[in-house]
């Protein structure tokens, strides 16, 4: 079993940052990758951002640019830096690992970009 506590989600001002933090631990022996997921009110979950444990990353079409995902393999935290925020962006964030090709989420955190 992987456990996932995300945190760093909030309100925010159309343009402004924030920096979401997520980390597993549990019974980790291999983590294929983590990445990041949104739902917004409405609407399907979608992802956001992945990053691989060789390094292969990807980004949704709409966060290009603006939002930059890393991972600590030592501690087996992922992060999503996201700026210039805007009100579309408005939406519960979830993390993911992958870990023995067995997906594991986080409970989501929210975040509100007000315009």
């Known amino acids: 079993q992987v456990n996932m506590v995300e945190s760093g989600g909030g309100l925010v001002q159309a343009g402004g940052s924030l920096r979401l933090s997520c980390a597993a631990s549990g019974n980790i022996e291999e983590i294929n990758a983590m990445g990041w997921y949104r739902q917004a009110p409405g609407k399907q979950r979608e992802s956001v951002a992945t990053?691989?444990?060789?390094?292969?990353?990807k980004y949704s079409d709409s966060v290009k640019g603006r939002f930059t995902i890393s991972m600590d393999t030592a501690t087996h935290t992922v992060y999503l830096q996201m700026d210039s925020l805007e009100p579309e962006d408005t939406a519960v964030y979830y993390c993911?690992?992958?870990?023995?090709?067995?997906?594991?989420w986080g409970q989501g955190t929210q975040v509100t970009v007000s315009s």
């Open positions: 993911v690992t992958v870990e023995r090709l067995q997906a594991y």
């Open positions: 990053i691989s444990s060789n390094d292969i990353i």
